[in-house]
């Protein structure tokens, strides 16, 4: 293992901070992401899928140096043990997370995202499917973008989470299915300025007031959508 002095105190790192890395245990992609010493590309082996599919707890990705990290899944299906929510993805100072090329099936897939103004969450080439819960992405605050991906046949699709000032980009992404007591599709939530272009957004149902309470977008609080 690589140590790193600090303090006095000496910590083992699962990872080299520095450059491209592949891992194979959930530990390792913790590590690649909080003791990131430059921009990198993290792919995730086949390992990792078996890895992470044992254990029904949130993965908690931390940029604290804000550098732009790139989550390469391969293509693959990743699943989890239990309901928790797959991926926690924070950006406090800055710079970006980027999970890209992966689905993510079952009652946690997901993620929820949270940032400074200057940090980014990106979903690129993502598939979500059969999500339970409050909502497969969740915006607390900072931005996220959705890219050429799918959320379907869940509960509901986004949300924002908080009252704090965020922003939502969506872009070439298929919303279907899912079902929430409003907003199945989009619920932005207050302070949110959300945009959603060439996005095809179907079957989602509203289930409060028989079903009339806005299936696909509902906006009761201070947002904008276009």
Known sequence: SLIEEEDDEIELLAV??????TVDEVDELVDAVANAGESRT???SAAFAADMAGKNATISLNNVTGYDIVIEGGNQVFTSAGANRFF???????GS????NMALSGAGAGVE???????KVVLDGV???GHAGNQAVGIASGTVEINNSSITNGSRAVSGTSGNVKTLVVFNTLIEGNRAGCGA????????????TQCTINNNVGTSDGGYAGGAIATDQASNVT
Do not use: F, K, R, W
Not at 16 to 21: E, I, K, L, Q
């Open 127 to 129: 598939t979500i499917t």
């Open 97 to 100: 997370i980027t999970l890209q």
């Open 16 to 21: 080299d901070p520095m450059g491209d890395v």
């Open 185 to 196: 599709a989009l619920y932005p939530g207050s302070n949110t300025t959300a945009t959603l």
């Open 42 to 44: 993290v792919t995730l």
């Open 88 to 94: 926690s993805a924070v950006c406090p100072n800055g």
């Open 113 to 119: 995202a949270s940032g400074s103004a200057a940090g």
